[in-house]
């Protein structure tokens, strides 16, 4: 490739624009400059150096690498930079660029040119926290046949270890909770930990995925291998579709092998010391969505066991509603008849609610110059204006549970929809 010299003309500009980023580094506008003219310089290696060394993700940048990738023939790459610069700005989608991505990915002769960055340091386990949660299963109103499974399932193992043992069982493996989004997976998950009084890490999608090629199953790794070292422990994957999705509705080889890394460090294969290495783990994970779950992942000794976390009941919303409610100024505030009219709510829909009825007391207290107490009344409006957001969760499950119910997975979501009558 031609490269342009620095002492004149494109030169010159690119001198000056190296200075500029060098004096300025966090500044994205000069950043963005400087890649682009590297690229139009064909000095590719140096432009995409300069787009992935930004400090924070920029759309921009992105779309820059992902070109040079392309051109350098680190494909996969390429394309997951392409999908990252899109995710954060649709404008900038390119047709012609992601199909010339997905046609290189997906040519076998390809696979010989991905290189890795060089100078890309493994994961450091050391730098993940653990907590300690101090929350309970006392924090958590009601579900009272959950927690009981729960505890048969998690606490129990986890406690007595020594009984299990006896018997030939390991303690460890898989608890996949589903259901409407907003009613309290993640929290429950925490309080499991509390309640066994073990370590706990909560992982998101962002501690895992990274835009260079292998690096996401190293860092995924790396996440197991720390919760070995602190068991007992509960390691939680939050939005776990998204890191475990069905392989059969993808086409690009780096998520497919995402997903293999996380159904092998499931199983505890491939390191020293075989499938016991996992013992004393026990791996969480929440989605809203399980039907989009890979099914492998419901194989014995991964999510073996399946939890359909509900709506709060009539006394988790009666709880919840005086907690959102702890601290206000209150006048003739009935919070059971409340919960009671608030059949289906989430969680995050009660809250919705106090927050509603809270502004209008604010808004008059404003106007009267006083404090204004939140009413009963006002509360009761604000339910009526607020709707259940699980109703549009339960008609997609709805079909799920009738028509994709082979396994039998889906007969608690059956028998809710019976009893609440949403059939």
């Known amino acids: 490739m031609s490269k342009q010299n ?6 010159g500009e690119l001198a000056a624009l ?32 300069v787009a992935q060394q930004a400090t924070v993700a920029d759309s921009k940048l992105l779309l820059v690498a992902a070109r040079c990738q392309y051109e350098l023939g680190r494909y996969r ?32 002769r390809s696979r010989l ?11 450091a386990v050391d730098d993940l926290a653990f907590e300690q949660p101090r929350l309970s299963f006392a924090d958590v109103g009601g579900l009272d046949d959950l927690k009981e499974k729960i505890r048969l399932r998690v606490l129990h193992p986890l406690k007595r270890p020594d009984l299990y043992k006896a018997f030939g069982k390991k303690v460890g493996g898989g608890i996949l909770m ?9 929290f429950l998950a925490r309080a499991t930990a509390g309640e066994a009084g073990v370590s706990f890490l909560a992982v998101g999608i962002e501690d895992v995925l990274d835009m260079w090629f292998g690096q996401s199953e190293k860092k995924l790794h790396a996440l197991f291998a720390a919760a070995r070292q602190q068991a007992p422990a509960i390691l939680f994957f939050d939005e776990v579709d998204a890191l475990g999705g069905r392989r059969s509705a993808t086409r690009h080889d780096s998520y497919r092998m995402l997903v293999a890394q996380f159904l092998s460090d499931m199983d505890g294969v491939g390191s020293d010391g075989g499938p016991s290495r996992k013992e004393g783990v026990l ?7 399980p039907w989009d779950v890979d099914p492998a992942f419901r194989r014995p000794g991964r999510f073996s066991d399946v939890l359909f976390v509900p709506p709060p009941d009539l006394r988790a919303r009666v709880e ?25 709510y989430s969680g995050a829909d009660l809250e919705q609610i106090v927050d509603s009825a809270t502004e209008v007391a604010l808004e008059q207290s404003m106007k009267s110059g006083s404090v204004k107490p939140v009413t009963g009344a006002e509360l009761l409006a604000a339910a009526k204006r607020v709707k259940p957001s699980t109703l549009e969760w339960f008609a997609t499950a709805r079909n799920f549970a009738t028509y994709a119910n082979e396994s039998g997975q889906y007969n608690d979501v059956l028998d809710y929809i019976k009893r609440h009558r949403l059939g």
């Open 283 to 289: 791996v969480m994970g929440a989605t809203n969505a």
């Open 320 to 344: 919840i509603l005086k907690l959102k409610l702890q601290g206000k100024p209150t006048r003739d505030v009935d919070v059971s008849e409340l919960a009671r009219v608030t059949d289906l």
């Open 6 to 11: 620095d002492s004149g003309g494109p030169g």
């Open 113 to 123: 040119r991905v290189v890795e960055d060089p100078d890309r340091a493994p994961p």
């Open 18 to 49: 190296r200075d500029a980023v060098a004096a300025l580094p966090t500044n994205l506008p000069l950043r963005r400059q400087l890649a682009e003219a590297l690229e139009r310089a064909q000095l590719l290696d140096e432009a995409l150096k």
């Open 77 to 108: 790459d390429g394309l997951t930079a392409y999908e990252q610069a899109v995710k954060l700005e649709p404008a900038l989608s390119d047709a012609q660029l992601q199909d010339k991505l997905a046609r290189a990915v997906a040519d076998p």
């Open 178 to 186: 589903y259901g409407p989004p907003g009613c309290g997976k993640t």
